[in-house]
T-cell receptor, first 112, second 113 residues
Framework: GNSVTQMEGPVTLSEEAFLTINCTYTATGYPSLFWYVQYPGEGLQLLLKATKADDKGSNKGFEATYRKETTSFHLEKGSVQVSDSAVYFCAAAKAAGNKLTFGGGTRVLVKP | NAGVTQTPKFRILKIGQSMTLQCTQDMNHNYMYWYRQDPGMGLKLIYYSVGAGITDKGEVPNGYNVSRSTTEDFPLRLELAAPSQTSVYFC????????????FGPGTRLTVL
């Protein structure tokens, strides 16, 4: 089955710093890849996704590129804000049942 | 448009008690899921359903039961609650395509003492 590994947090940054969160996956076939974000006290919401190799997902200044060669889907943002403080989850979707396999989550704290 | 709603938001149970976590979606999605999130961990799939009357086990189904009598509702039943079931429970739904987003409810925080 699928497995997803992402860098452990917490990651603490100053406002306007560059953010990278590494994510790698193992899967049979070509899963769809997702980044979900969880703000304090809330459920998960989709941040961005990519459904095939070399696709780039982007939203709210965040980007991630589906790299089949390195089985990676790293999340980046060029200039973070305090409002980006959250837990970020990388996930891979399995075709049967569209079941998601999540990474362990990375907590990001942005300080003013 | 309410999306995915869950009740209750919080609950404390004693060991051995039972309860049902409710989940309703108004997006006419065929696929629905229950996950648990333990502190500092990712989400693990408990059960899922691909349509009314059809359910299947996920990674961690022991101690739980589900039913799906309508498209909208997907309740999760805990029988004989144990401290190991202390967690935050999330319900989600999607239209079922591998490329589709899953939409999550706000979660139920359950403590078993």
């Amino acid at each position: 089955g699928n497995s997803v590994t992402q860098m452990e947090g917490p990651v603490t940054l100053s406002e306007e710093a560059f953010l990278t969160i590494n994510c790698t996956y193992t899967a049979t076939g070509y899963p769809s890849l997702f980044w979900y974000v969880q703000y304090p006290g809330e459920g998960l919401q989709l941040l961005l996704k990519a459904t095939k190799a070399d696709d780039k997902g982007s939203n709210k200044g965040f980007e991630a590129t589906y790299r089949k060669e390195t089985t990676s889907f790293h999340l980046e943002k060029g200039s973070v804000q305090v409002s980006d403080s959250a837990v970020y989850f990388c996930a891979a979707a399995k075709a049967a049942g569209n079941k998601l396999t999540f990474g362990g989550g990375t907590r990001v704290l942005v300080k003013p | 448009n309410a999306g995915v709603t869950q009740t209750p938001k919080f609950r404390i149970l004693k060991i051995g008690q039972s309860m049902t976590l409710q989940c309703t979606q108004d997006m006419n999605h065929n696929y629905m899921y229950w996950y648990r999130q333990d502190p500092g961990m990712g989400l693990k799939l408990i059960y899922y359903s691909v349509g009314a009357g059809i359910t299947d086990k996920g990674e961690v189904p022991n101690g739980y039961n589900v039913s799906r009598s309508t498209t909208e509702d997907f309740p999760l039943r805990l029988e004989l609650a144990a401290p190991s079931q202390t967690s935050v429970y999330f319900c989600a739904s999607s239209s079922g395509q591998i490329t589709d987003t899953q939409y999550f409810g706000p979660g139920t925080r359950l403590t078993v003492l």
